[in-house]
């Protein structure tokens, strides 16, 4: 890995953020006709259109608004909400770091599950324990967050009473009490991408396992057990963590669902409420800040992958 | 086409994701017939009753036939699932074509746009074009289109970029054709398979994310019975009638399932590598 590929990934990622800015902020401020109109309804009287339009900043040209949100999201500053009329910025990064916490845990569950599953399917290929794997995967990458979620709290809170149906306790103020709220919306999470990567673990294992220094090692009479944890994994995993990577966009989209089923006050809750109360700004924040985390998630992704892989120079 | 079809028929994904995909085009075509009950008929006598012989399903918190509903839903649901993937389908597969036959810059910027549209989740996406364009099932359908056009012209691209060497293409180019006609009419009969494939498993994801959208209100609006909807709407009456919540829930995970296996069939079929 050289200096020079960390600085073009760095620079595509930058680019990317620029567009996605840029995607954000034409469809909710410039592509209504009327912002002012779409916030307040038709009734509004037009001293109060001419406020929000003063507010936003909607009577100055196209490019200022742009430029005037811009600049201030790059210093920190979001705006603020229409909504509570309070600061955007340290409301959206206190409930990214509850999700980020949220994610973190369906991450760390999802390889312990996924890694294992992939691994046993892939060696006893075409035996049951591999058809039995592969129709849970298929149910798993088919069922919905809010379905699981809901079949989960029925199951856990209400016929067994083990743990709270909904609801958020800090880290800080009872670390038993933020697990127990956690476990739910973790385990729900993590179903799709148990079922996704473990099917990506299987394919890669498969194509290791049948490769020639994979047979040499055999012949060497080296124990299986050696053989599947020290040389063939370390190869299956590069694939993946790509894959990882790009499940993480969808973990995203899973925490907004998560989020607002368990009543956690994460980002994702913030951003539906923002569009359900359609808070401009607050939508602006949340939509940028998710996709930063993915794009971010990705360029680190990348890094590893090209550290992992010494092969690859990136010329 | 032929060989790839009896491939198909004889893999046992083929078989169970067609007869699922099958069931839920039955469903569509025929499902207000079909459904014993008129599925908003109210009946203070028989609210809250369990699924047995008289209601397969059993009935809501307003007395209505859950099956009947849930039949009348498939519509909403597998409908407005299949019409945004077909519209992402049509966008993807000529932007892509369009992009890999005019290379160079025009090329570049096409793709790297359409990365960064992929960088944003879709469900986020979704809601973006949702909370612009208002709450509709229409708004819905339109956002998952967008959402999914990227990935459609990633699959489209890398495609013509194979197919836009061939001989045929160099031929209409020197006969003079325009680019309308080239990309039309030479290039784009030959992409449509691959398309088709990354379109039957996008159908899954569609299903599942119209029918979040709708959970989360801001999709279907009520009183349709679309399945998300009437998830969304069972939640206050779970732990008094669960099989509100688990019938529409087992259908969207049947039809997501028939899709999937479909989609995985049908490219195991087409794709003579992974026929092993």
Redesign the interface.
């Known amino acids: 890995m050289n200096a020079g590929y960390v600085g073009r990934r760095l620079l595509t990622t930058v680019y990317t953020l620029l567009v996605v800015s840029f995607l954000v902020f034409a469809m909710t401020q410039l592509l209504p006709a009327d912002a002012a109109v779409t916030l307040l309804g038709n009734s509004a009287t037009p001293e109060a259109l001419a406020s929000v339009r003063a507010q936003l900043g909607l009577d100055q040209p196209a490019w200022w608004q742009y430029w005037h949100w811009f600049s201030g999201v790059l210093s920190g500053d979001f705006g603020q909400s229409m909504r509570t009329g309070q600061a955007v910025a340290p409301m959206m990064f206190g409930a990214l770091g509850r999700s980020l916490l949220l994610a973190f845990l369906a991450l760390v569950l999802m390889l312990v599950i996924a890694i294992p599953l992939g691994i046993v399917s892939a060696l006893r290929r075409g035996k049951a324990a591999d058809l039995i794997i592969g129709i849970i995967s298929y149910v798993g990458i088919s069922l919905p967050e809010f379905v699981t979620a809901t079949v989960l709290a029925l199951l856990f809170a209400d016929v067994l009473g083990w743990l709270p149906a909904t609801g958020y306790v800090p880290l800080t103020e009872d670390v038993a009490g933020w697990l127990a709220h956690m476990i739910l919306p973790t385990l729900t999470v993590s179903m799709i991408l148990v079922a996704h990567v473990s099917r990506m673990v299987r394919s890669e294992m498969v194509d290791v396992m049948a490769s020639d220094y994979i047979r040499a090692a055999r012949l060497k009479g080296l124990s299986s057990r050696r053989v599947v944890l020290h040389h063939a994994l370390r190869n299956a995993m590069l694939p993946t963590i790509t894959i990882v990577a790009l499940d993480v966009g969808y973990l995203l989209g899973g925490i907004i669902v998560v989020e607002e089923i368990f009543a956690i006050p994460g980002i994702g809750r913030a951003l539906i409420v923002a569009v359900q109360s359609r808070d401009l700004p607050a939508i602006q924040a949340g939509v940028l800040i998710i996709a930063a985390t993915y794009a971010l998630a990705n360029f680190l992704a990348d890094l590893a992958y090209a550290w992992l892989d010494r092969r690859i120079q990136y010329a | 086409m032929p060989d790839s079809l009896k491939t198909l028929v004889r893999s046992p994904q083929g078989v169970v994701g067609g007869g699922l995909c099958l069931l839920a085009i039955v469903l569509v075509v025929l499902g207000p017939w079909l459904a014993p009950f008129e599925p908003n008929a109210l009946s203070f006598t028989a609210r809250y009753q369990p699924p047995g012989p008289m209601h397969w399903f059993g009935t809501d918190q307003m007395g209505r036939d859950v099956l009947s509903r849930v039949m009348i839903g498939a519509r909403d649901t597998i409908v407005m699932s299949l019409l945004a993937t077909a519209i992402a389908m049509v966008l993807g597969a000529v932007i892509g074509t369009l992009s890999a036959y005019l290379g160079g810059w025009v090329d570049e910027a096409i793709m790297?746009?359409m990365?960064?549209?992929m960088?944003?989740?879709?469900?986020?996406f979704a809601?973006?074009?949702?909370?612009?364009l208002g709450k509709s099932d229409v708004n819905a359908v339109a956002a998952i289109a967008i959402a999914f056009t990227p990935g459609m012209v990633r699959v489209a691209r890398s495609v013509a970029l194979a197919v836009r060497t061939q001989d045929y293409v160099s031929a209409a180019i020197v006969r003079g054709e325009s680019t309308s006609h080239i990309v039309v009419r030479e290039m784009l009969p030959n992409i449509v398979a691959p398309v088709i494939v990354e379109g039957t498993v996008r159908v899954?994801f569609a299903v599942?994310l119209f029918?979040?959208l709708s959970?989360?209100?801001?999709g279907a609006q009520p009183p349709s019975s679309e399945w998300?909807l009437m998830?969304?709407e069972a939640?206050s009456h779970?732990?008094t009638a669960?099989w509100m919540?688990?019938m529409p829930?087992l259908c969207?995970?049947?039809v997501?399932?028939g899709f999937?296996?479909l989609g995985d069939g049908l490219r195991d079929a087409l794709n003579p590598r992974s026929r092993t």
């Open positions: 790297r746009t990365d960064a549209i960088a944003i989740p879709s469900l986020l809601l973006l074009i949702v909370a612009t899954a599942m029918a979040t959970f989360l209100g801001l998300g998830v969304s939640r779970l732990f669960p919540m688990i829930g969207i995970a049947l997501a399932i999937n296996l």
